[in-house]
């Protein structure tokens, strides 16, 4: 990774916030040089059933900010999410800061601008973020730098954020004893995750990696931090030199078990337009259903 200018000698502060109702951590990291700060998946709270939304998860990480007294300079979000939705604008209008995706979101929009039929007033150029990052651009949180590291696999828009000697993969990697995320979506290929995690496992071997996701597998305690080293020996799914081809049949044949997310329809919706509700044509917020469309 000597193309990159990562520093292992700068380490960022950082905090988790674990939402149990979707198994989602998201993070504020802190510029160790400064008191500028980063937020990584923000969760919305839903009752889909209800058609509610609350924000007390986007509330906790708003009042840490506040509490430290940082300043927010960007919202990322690793990928677009299928399994929860943003609170990303929520906390922009709370504290500022600039949201951000990989511009691998255009094709991401593509795909579910068709399968949720949306009109022309739906812009599938990553318009409605305000940072669209490329694999290798580098942005700074304060005074440290963060490489944007493109990792696809699991969808087309997934990056890696390495931010000095920590690495925010999204949901490229779960816990060694979790494995990888499914890679059955649209825009998904098991085989392009596969050479993804390798990049992640090619960072130095004590960079520090921090999970989106974790489902205390066997009954364990819910963990969301492990290291390259770790992973590179351990992970169930890719460790221990396991080859692309084991790798590529293995998760094939898992995700054609896997039932699909319960929060699917309503998170495409509000995560491909940056974490905004769509509305209907008297401005509400209102969501879709396409019926066997997905
Ligand atoms: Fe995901």
New binding site residues.
């Given amino acids: 990774m000597t193309d990159y200018p990562i520093d292992m000698s700068v380490a960022p502060i950082v905090t988790p916030f674990f939402d149990p109702a979707t198994h989602t951590i998201s993070y504020v990291v802190r510029d160790p040089g400064s008191t500028a700060c980063a937020v990584v998946d923000s969760v919305m709270d839903i009752d889909y059933a209800a058609g509610r939304i609350t924000y007390d998860h986007a509330d906790a990480i708003i009042a840490h900010i506040r509490e430290h007294g940082l300043t927010l300079e960007w919202i990322i979000e690793t990928?677009v999410?299928?399994?929860h939705l943003s609170a990303a604008p929520y906390i922009q209008a709370a504290l500022g800061g600039r949201i951000g995706i990989g511009d691998g979101i255009m094709v991401v929009q593509d795909t579910f601008g068709k399968i949720f039929n949306e009109g022309t007033e739906f812009q599938r150029d990553g318009s409605q973020f305000d940072a669209l990052f490329k694999d290798g651009d580098v942005y700074h949180v304060g005074t440290m730098p963060v490489v944007a590291l493109h990792t696809p696999g699991?969808?087309p828009a997934c990056m890696t954020h390495v931010m000095g000697d920590a690495a925010f993969v999204?949901?490229t990697l779960f816990m060694p004893d979790g494995g990888s995320?499914r890679a059955d979506f649209p825009g998904g290929d098991a085989g392009v995750l596969y050479d993804s995690i390798q990049k992640v496992l090619s960072l130095p071997d004590a960079t520090r990696l921090f999970m989106?996701h974790d489902y205390g597998p066997n009954g364990r305690e819910i963990r969301w931090e492990t290291t390259v080293a770790e992973e590179r020996a351990h992970n169930i799914h890719v460790g221990g030199g396991k080859t692309r081809a084991e790798f590529v049949a293995f998760r094939t044949a898992r995700d054609a078990t896997l039932a699909v997310p319960q929060l699917i329809i309503p998170s495409l919706q509000v995560n491909m337009r940056a974490g905004v509700m769509p509305t209907d044509k008297d401005g509400r917020p209102m969501l879709k259903v396409p019926v066997n469309g997905l």
């Fill in positions: 990928h999410h299928a399994d699991h969808t999204g949901d995320a989106c």
